[in-house]
């Protein structure tokens, strides 16, 4: 098994929007819900700072791959996309240090009320967002077929096309994008 140690850097804020089960209080409006609530759409690690999910990453490759549905030379129209899917693997997801529920960033978003797109009624929403981050993430790589070219062209798409968090590229929107700075290759004895 081999592992891609990649830097990945901001080109766009980072915007989350983790589901929560925050009870309401008694009276309370569906505003002031917000207004209280919207840190609780961050992720935490246990020492308070923010980090991605692993499976952020991982999607956001996945969906990349798809996307460009390159085929495998001398394998006819087979494209790579189902070793992405089913043969790369992302176990920890980064911490974003010094970037913690007291500093995070308040975004104001006028979004669907259901979070459909065109469904019709809007109302404003408010999501915890950092403007500027940088992460290491370690991809596992299972599947043989995936070349180091093959998977430098699918993370670059992911960062800038499909992007990672709430109102990425992949959804209609602009946050969440990145560039590849560094992919260090390593392996690991099974």
Not at 55 to 82: D, E, H, R, V, Y
Not at 122 to 143: G, H, Q, S
């Amino acid at each position: 098994m081999r592992t891609a140690t990649t830097t990945l850097e901001s080109l766009a804020p980072l915007s989350m929007s983790k589901a929560h089960q925050e009870p309401k209080l008694s009276k309370e409006t569906s505003d002031l819900y917000e207004e209280r609530t919207w840190k609780e759409k961050g992720h935490y690690a246990e020492d308070g700072n923010i980090f991605v999910p692993p499976m952020a990453f991982k999607f956001s490759l996945a969906k990349a791959a798809k996307n460009l549905s390159l085929q495998i030379p001398g394998k006819g129209k087979q494209t790579f996309t189902k070793f992405f899917e089913n043969g790369i693997q992302v176990i920890e997801g980064p911490i974003l240090h010094g970037y913690t529920r007291e500093t995070i960033r308040k975004q104001r978003v006028y979004a669907n009320a259901d979070g459909k797109r065109g469904s019709g009624t809007r109302v404003w929403r408010f999501f915890p967002t950092i403007d500027e981050w940088n992460a290491k993430v370690t991809y596992y790589v299972l599947a043989d077929e995936i070349t180091t070219d093959v998977f430098q062209q699918v993370l670059e798409h992911s960062g800038l096309f499909v992007g990672i968090g709430q109102f990425r590229p992949e959804n209609g929107g602009i946050n969440g994008r990145f560039k590849v700075t560094n992919i260090t290759w390593g392996s690991i004895k099974q």
